[in-house]
Structure formats: structure tokens, C-alpha cells
């Protein structure tokens, strides 16, 4: 599939992308040491701005498994991939053009239409197919897209929903949802390309995957530190007649929201004190 894809013998469309996206990358990622997927999920973070310590063990793959009315839950789940180990559970909810299916919860009809609440739901489920108490399994779902700005809005809008319903818990729905990036994965692969006690095959794997991701025109966005601090900042002082410094986002992580409008950044005087400009 990769390989016909990135060389132009197969189109994907648009509605079958993401699962072609999902199918191709985890799928390839079963071949490479756990490492790989270990540091992917550790570039997970919640609304908290909390992050996941993920464990290197063998895990287990299970593609869009399929839950007729799941325990706790009246309705069908399945989500795209859970990747498991030991207790560890990470129920992965895979997007690239497309937001999260439903919204919100219809009292009327007594139902979750919330995609992400109701795979959150399997809690309970997965913890007796693992034969785990529910008390001790770690349990994490993760909302894996290509903005990082809208998966944090559509986790927020999740919680909202999740706060309706009486068997889930508000707090432990909003520290153990996570949202993670496709093009987080790019640089992993490039480093771990790059190592030199790599086997061949590995690497070749690694750089099937990296190729079809920059297919898809999925880039990685490292920062803007060294550019703005010599180029950059320089040339917008220029234009807007005015004197800033320069800080990350929210003053957290390089967490760069995007829209329609480009991508935000944040020049301040102060940390207390800024103005936003949109870069298309």
C-alpha cells in the first residue's frame, strides 16, 4: 500500500484516507522495536498538559476491533487501533482531515453521540477482557490528528459531554484523554533512521513510513527559536514599526494552534502584556 501510494499507482480518496493513513503507519510500526511506538505515544498530551510514561514492552495491535454493546455502554464501538501491554491500554482514535464523529449526548433518546466519550466507555470492558481490575488498569484514550489546535477543542467539548454522563468520572476523563499529532512521529523515525546500530531492514521500514507521511503532506513544525531570534523577529519588527520579544505559546511546549487562518504566534512584550499575528 505504501509503496504504491508514494509511488503514484494508487490514489487514496479523501473518505478512506485516514484508514488507509491508520492501517499503513501502525501497521508497519508492529515491524520496528517498540521503542518507536513507546516514544510516539510519550508526545501524547492531555488537556492538562500532562504527558503519558509509556513503557518499552512487546505491544499488542488490535485494528478497529468491534464491541457489540460493550458492558456499561447500549451501543456499538470501534475505534481504530488499541495498542496494549501488561495492563497499559491506549485506545486510539486516528483523524487527518476529519474531526471527531457526534457531539454532545441526546437526552431524549437516552445516547452518547460523542465519538470519544463513548469509546472512553470501554474502560470496563477492556479491563475484564485483560483480566485486570478496573482499579488497576491504565487506561488511556488518545485522539491521534493532524491539528494540533482542534484536538484540544474537540477533547474539551468531550469532557463537557462526559460530565453528563453518572459512570464517568470528569476528573479521570480529562487526565486520561490524550491528543497526539501525526507528524510528532516524523522525527522519531529520522532519529532512529539515523542510528548507526540499526538493522537495515528497520531502517528501510522506518523510511517507507516517513516517505508516505511527507506523501500526505504531513510535516513536522520543530520551532521557530533560532529563526526568530536571527531572521525572523527582525523582519516582522520591520513591518509592524514595533519591538518584540519572543515567546512559545501559552508559554508552554511548541503546541502551535492552526485554523483557517494560518498558524498563531505570539510576540509579547511582557508575559503579561501581547499581541497574536497569524501567518499564513
Not at 527582525?234 to 515567546?247: C, G, H, Y
Not at 485554523?259 to 504566534?265: T, V, W
Request: glycine share 4%; net charge negative.
Amino acid at each position: 500500500m505504501i509503496i504504491a501510494v508514494t509511488n503514484g499507482k494508487m490514489t487514496v480518496r479523501c473518505s478512506s484516507r485516514e484508514d488507509s493513513l491508520t492501517a499503513s503507519v501502525f501497521g508497519m510500526l508492529r515491524y520496528l522495536p517498540s521503542s518507536i511506538i513507546s516514544d510516539f505515544l510519550a508526545t501524547a498530551i492531555n488537556n492538562l498538559d500532562q504527558t503519558l510514561e509509556i513503557p518499552e514492552l512487546d505491544f499488542e495491535f488490535r485494528f478497529w476491533p468491534y464491541f457489540h454493546r460493550p458492558i456499561g455502554c447500549d451501543f456499538d464501538v470501534e475505534p481504530d487501533v488499541i495498542v496494549s501491554t501488561n495492563g497499559h491500554i491506549y485506545v486510539i482514535e486516528a483523524k487527518l482531515s476529519s474531526g471527531k464523529s457526534g457531539s454532545g449526548y441526546d437526552k431524549e433518546n437516552n445516547g452518547i453521540k460523542d465519538q470519544l466519550v463513548r469509546e472512553y466507555l470501554l474502560k470496563q470492558e477492556l479491563s475484564s477482557v485483560c483480566q485486570v481490575d478496573i482499579e488497576d488498569i491504565d487506561f488511556n484514550l488518545i485522539y491521534l490528528t493532524n491539528d494540533y489546535f482542534q484536538s484540544k477543542e474537540d477533547l474539551t467539548e468531550s469532557k463537557s459531554a462526559a460530565d453528563i454522563i453518572p459512570s464517568i468520572d470528569t476528573a479521570d476523563f480529562e487526565r486520561n484523554s490524550f491528543r497526539m499529532n501525526w507528524s510528532d512521529l516524523i522525527p522519531i523515525l529520522k532519529d532512529f533512521i539515523q542510528e548507526n546500530d540499526v538493522d537495515d531492514k528497520c531502517k528501510l521500514i522506518a523510511s517507507d513510513i516517513n516517505r508516505y507521511l511527507n506523501y500526505l503532506g504531513i510535516a513536522h513544525f520543530g520551532g521557530f527559536a533560532d529563526v526568530v531570534s536571527d531572521d525572523f523577529l527582525p523582519l516582522i519588527n520591520m513591518a509592524m514599526d514595533k519591538d518584540f520579544m519572543f515567546f512559545p505559546y501559552e508559554n508552554k511546549r511548541w503546541d502551535w494552534p492552526r485554523s483557517e487562518y494560518g498558524l498563531l504566534i505570539q510576540f509579547q512584550r511582557t508575559k503579561e502584556e501581547g499581541e497574536t499575528l497569524w501567518l499564513k
